[in-house]
């Protein structure tokens, strides 16, 4: 035979109220089931907790050592429930997220505040590196959820696309082609183009989404980082062509971000999560938050695009 918290919350009323009629008033139970409960906590201990009387209920010796530990119990058991109730009320726990570096540095900090102000008691932790790094923490299950662009070979993830992030042209304010009304990809033979680093998710999604256009991207500097990019554009070494949102990444610089079409060429970002996994509450409230501001991002996508979601991004 078990004790249960039941026996356990009978016994501590009958010592503080000092009577069975109001401890069973106050639990809510027959005086008879109250008996029985007391009845069968002493049997399970194997002594006598309450000294009773015809004229008054006392605690034995081995019942008045015993109801602090039963109170640390019970006290316990219930402030347990109440932080799984603030879990499941979205009050109180932590969600982790994981994103690429554009995300990071342009979106996500809207995002987080946005969380913020609605959960102000949720810890939030963040990992940034690149896709395919966002995506293995998910899988590894060591992020709830991630912000990135998706990948092949991962058939344990969903991906919910979120933002059409359209790759534009990105030259000095001063350039020539900065601005220019009709871009197109042909326009760009002939000006230095800053590339990727060759197998980047970049440069891999150009060269497939142009194919032999691709041949006039050229130029005599190759760098590995985005921030490096837009640097060497913004002391007008170069030009280059961008995701968008990789734009905002330099605002400080005198930059211009020019549409460029035929064909058009963008990757799909959206949110990923582990298949047949639900969401912490937390989780979930984060979910919503990025679905509401990623999905206010995008753009119109025009007929004829060449997008690019199944390639990952540095």
């Known amino acids: 035979m078990k004790i249960k918290l039941d026996d356990l919350e009978a016994f501590i009323a009958v010592a503080e109220l000092g009577s069975f009629s109001r401890a069973a008033d106050e639990l809510n139970i027959t005086q008879s089931a109250l008996s029985r409960r007391l009845r069968k906590l002493e049997e399970v201990l194997g002594t006598r907790l309450l000294d009773r009387t015809s004229r008054r209920i006392s605690l034995s010796v081995v019942g008045a050592e015993f109801l602090p530990e039963a109170a640390r119990v019970v006290g316990e058991f219930n402030r347990s429930l109440g932080d799984i109730r603030e879990l499941i009320d979205v009050r109180a726990g932590t969600v982790s997220i994981a994103s690429n570096m554009t995300i990071s540095d342009t979106v996500l900090p809207e995002i987080i505040a946005t969380f913020r102000a609605a959960h102000p008691n949720i810890r939030v932790r963040v990992s940034e590196s690149s896709s395919p790094s966002a995506l293995e923490r998910v899988s590894r299950r060591e992020a709830e959820l991630a912000i990135a662009q998706f990948g092949e070979g ?161």
């Not at 760098?223 to 990444?249: W, Y």
């Open 154 to 314: 991962l058939p344990e993830l969903e991906f919910e696309p979120l933002m059409e992030d359209r790759f534009v042209v990105v030259s000095h304010a001063s350039h020539p082609l900065a601005g220019r009304e009709g871009l197109k990809w042909r326009d760009l033979a002939g000006h230095n183009f800053i590339r990727m680093r060759t197998g980047s998710g970049t440069t891999n999604l150009l060269e497939r989404a142009l194919g032999d256009q691709a041949r006039d991207l050229r130029g005599d500097i190759e760098v590995g980082h985005f921030n490096a990019l837009l640097a060497m554009v913004g002391r007008n070494l170069g030009i280059s062509a961008i995701p968008t949102l990789v734009r905002f990444k330099r605002v400080d610089l005198d930059l211009a971000a020019t549409p460029v079409c035929d064909p058009m060429v963008s990757r799909d970002l959206g949110l990923v999560t582990h298949r047949g996994h639900s969401l912490s509450p937390a989780g979930e409230a984060m979910r919503q938050i990025c679905r509401g501001i990623l999905g206010r991002l995008t753009p119109a996508h025009p007929s004829g695009g060449v997008r690019g979601a199944r390639s990952p991004a540095p």
